[in-house]
Structures are given as C-alpha cells and as structure tokens.
C-alpha cells in the first residue's frame, strides 16, 4: 500500500524561507551520541524518486535485520514535490514524503540510514541531519559523490578511510567498500558518532559499494513511482 502525501501546512516556499528554517534547526543536531552499534538493531534505508513531468516524488523506507539484511518491512509515499530545485536545500523536497514512507511503518526504524548527507553539507545540514532533527531518531548518510568538500587519500582496500574537510574540521570521510572500487561518503546526521556510521556502512555492503539499505529503498521508490506512473492519475498524491 502507498501512502499519499500532502506539503505540510507552512511548509518554506523559496530559498529565504528554508535557509530560516536550516538555522532555527540546526541547532538541534546532536553530535556527541555513539548510537546504535552495527547488529544490535534494525536499520532503514531511505531514497526517493522524482517524477518531473508530474511534479511527484515517491519515498520509500525499508527496514532490514542488522544481521541477515533480509527485509523485515518496507512502506513507501508519494506526494507532490515540495520545494523547488535549490543545491543544498534538497532536503524540503523530498522530508514530507519520507516522513510518509517513515509513518507507514510499524516496524521500529533503528538507525536510518539516508542517500546523501549529514552535516557534511555546506550549511551543516542535510537530508540525514534534517531527518534525525524532525524525528529523533538515529540517522546518519551515505552519498555517492562529495559534495563540495575535499578528501584525503585512501588506500585501495575494503575499509580504508579518508576525512572529508572543511578546512580542518572533518565532516565526514570517505570509505571504500569494496577493494579498487571509488569510495562513498559518510557522514553523521543526528545522533551517532561517524566511527560508528562508518562501522555500519561497512556491515551493511558484503557484496556491494552501496549499502544493501540504499539498494532496496532505491528499488522500492523507483517501483513504487512506476505504479502510480501507470495508474496514470487514479492515485493522484494530495495537495495542501
């Protein structure tokens, strides 16, 4: 089943209005938790898709074993885009759907995993840091590409690891999970520390450079796009 979103009522309409909200947020990041350790509970992966002709985005959550990463449960949402292109504000676009996809779950998230990042974000605040705030819950992301910060060198082997810096401050780091394979980048969102983060991102990519979270969420909104795609508008997302 989907769950259809509306935009939330004051929901930041232009870039003034959402970098507002950035810095009256940002401030509720909480950056000196350990969090969850790798198998000792559930983890959720988050993506979303975009369907530009229709203005829709479609959110999907999937809840994995920490152990087996067999599926233990999956919801998705879609609704209208909600916030116009802007680098670095992606995060309005897509947080009413993913709260959507979150709220259809019965099952405890654990640590939610997010495409994209935390506070490796030029104002300190991306999608997984907006996230956690919003929510609570321990989040943190895994993108594939840097944004705007530099990487130190990493070796070649599974695990090696370089900081992303601003300057002197590490943001995030690079992490290569698999051997001769480009590394993706990890950073904290809200509530686990990025040791942490990148412990699970490890245990959470046997097989492949993305982690298995990353992999089933992108599936499940990318499907669940292409359903209401061919409902072809008998499952409209909801307007405010």
């Known amino acids: 089943m989907v769950t259809i979103t509306g935009i939330p009522a004051g929901w930041p309409a232009d870039e003034a209005a959402a970098r507002t909200v950035q810095d009256a947020l940002r401030g509720r990041v909480i950056l000196d938790e350990t969090g969850p350790s790798p198998g000792a509970g559930p983890v959720t992966g988050i993506d979303v898709a975009y369907d530009d002709a229709r203005d829709v985005v479609a959110a999907a959550a999937v809840v994995l074993d920490p152990v087996t990463l067999d599926v233990v449960e999956e919801a998705t949402a879609v609704g209208h885009v909600a916030f116009p292109y802007v680098p670095g504000l992606l995060a309005f676009r897509e947080i009413p759907a993913v709260l959507g996809a979150l709220e259809a779950l019965r099952t405890d998230p ?53 900081p992303l810096l601003d300057g002197t401050e590490e943001v995030g780091r690079a992490l290569r999970t698999r051997a001769g394979v480009k590394p993706v980048y990890v950073s904290v969102g809200h509530r686990v520390s990025l040791d942490n983060a990148c412990a699970h991102a490890l245990s959470l990519t046997p097989t492949y450079r993305q982690p298995e979270t990353t992999r089933r969420a992108d599936r499940l909104c990318r499907d669940a796009l292409a359903s209401l795609q061919r409902a072809r508008g008998t499952a409209r997302p909801a307007t405010t």
């Open 110 to 162: 654990g640590l939610v995993i997010c495409d994209g990042y935390g506070i490796a974000h030029p104002r300190r605040f991306g999608l997984a840091s907006h996230l956690g705030v919003l929510t609570g819950l321990p989040t943190m992301g895994v993108a594939k590409n840097p944004f705007v910060f530099a990487e130190g060198e990493l070796g070649p082997e599974r695990g090696s690891a370089a």
